[in-house]
C-alpha cells in the first residue's frame, strides 16, 4: 500500500501522560500536514511541513504539542500531559505543492 | 469568523434524487478549492478539485463563484453509497499553505 499510514490507529491514554503518534506519507511528498478533528467539525490544521522545515504552526498547537519531520521522510506528533480535551482523531496528510492532499486512516486519542 | 462556512445538514434524499451544497470562504485570496467525502470514523478522501471554469466528474459537478465566494457541489442521481459527509475545502497560499475546512455537510440517501 503505497498510501499515507499512521500508528498507532487507536490509542487510549490516562490524563497527563505522553503520547506520540507516527505518519508516514506518500514517498514522493515533501509536504505533510497535521490535522485535529473532533466529532462534527471538519479537520483543524495543526502544523505543516515541507520537508523537515516546520513550516507552519496553528495558535491550536500549545506547547504541549510537537512534531517533528527530521529526515524529511515520516514525521511524529507528540502530545505532552495529555488532557481531556486533546481526545480527537489526528489526522495526517502529504501533498506535493500546488497539489490536493491525501489523509493517512487517522490516529484516535482517547484521554480518560 | 470562519474561513469556511457549511450547512451541516443533515440532508436526506431518496435515491435518484438530485442534491445541491453550497460552501462560503472568507478570504478572497483563496486560490485552491475542493470537494472532499468523509464516512463515518474514516478519514476525508478527495472527491473533486473545483475550477473556475467548473468541473464535472461523472454524476458530481462542482462550481466555483470567486465574485461571491461560493463552492457548490451537485451530486445528480443520487446513490445510497453517495451517503457520506461533505467537507469543503480552500487553499490559501498568501497566508501561508494551510488548507480550511468547513464542518462538512451531512448527506443520507434513502431507499
Known amino acids: 500500500d503505497t498510501g499515507v499510514s499512521q500508528d498507532p490507529r487507536h490509542k487510549i491514554t490516562k490524563r497527563g501522560q505522553n503520547v506520540t503518534f507516527r505518519c508516514d506519507p506518500i514517498?514522493?511528498?515533501?509536504?505533510l500536514y497535521w490535522y485535529r478533528q473532533t466529532l462534527g467539525q471538519g479537520p483543524e490544521f495543526l502544523t505543516y511541513f515541507q520537508n523537515e522545515a516546520q513550516l507552519e504552526k496553528s495558535r491550536l498547537l500549545s506547547d504541549r504539542f510537537s512534531a517533528e519531520r527530521p529526515k524529511g521522510s515520516f514525521s511524529t506528533l507528540e502530545i505532552q500531559r495529555t488532557e481531556q480535551g486533546d481526545s480527537a482523531m489526528y489526522l495526517c496528510?502529504?501533498?506535493?505543492?500546488?497539489?490536493?492532499?491525501?489523509f493517512g486512516p487517522g490516529t484516535r486519542l482517547t484521554v480518560t | 469568523r470562519k474561513e469556511v462556512e457549511q450547512d451541516p445538514g443533515p440532508f436526506n434524499v431518496p435515491e435518484g434524487a438530485t442534491v445541491a451544497f453550497n460552501c462560503t470562504y472568507s478570504n478572497s485570496a483563496s486560490q485552491s478549492f475542493f470537494w472532499y467525502r468523509q464516512d463515518c470514523r474514516k478519514e476525508p478522501k478527495l472527491l473533486m478539485s473545483v475550477y473556475s471554469s467548473g468541473n464535472e466528474d461523472g454524476r458530481f459537478t462542482a462550481q466555483l463563484n470567486r465574485a461571491s465566494q461560493y463552492i457548490s457541489l451537485l451530486i445528480r442521481d443520487s446513490k445510497l453509497s453517495d451517503s457520506a459527509t461533505y467537507l469543503c475545502?480552500?487553499?490559501?497560499?498568501?497566508?501561508?499553505?494551510?488548507?480550511?475546512f468547513g464542518t462538512g455537510t451531512s448527506l443520507t440517501v434513502i431507499p
Open positions: 475545502v480552500v487553499n490559501i497560499f498568501i497566508t501561508g499553505n494551510q488548507f480550511y
Open positions: 496528510a502529504s501533498s506535493t505543492p500546488g497539489v490536493e492532499q491525501y
Open positions: 514517498s514522493e511528498h515533501n509536504r
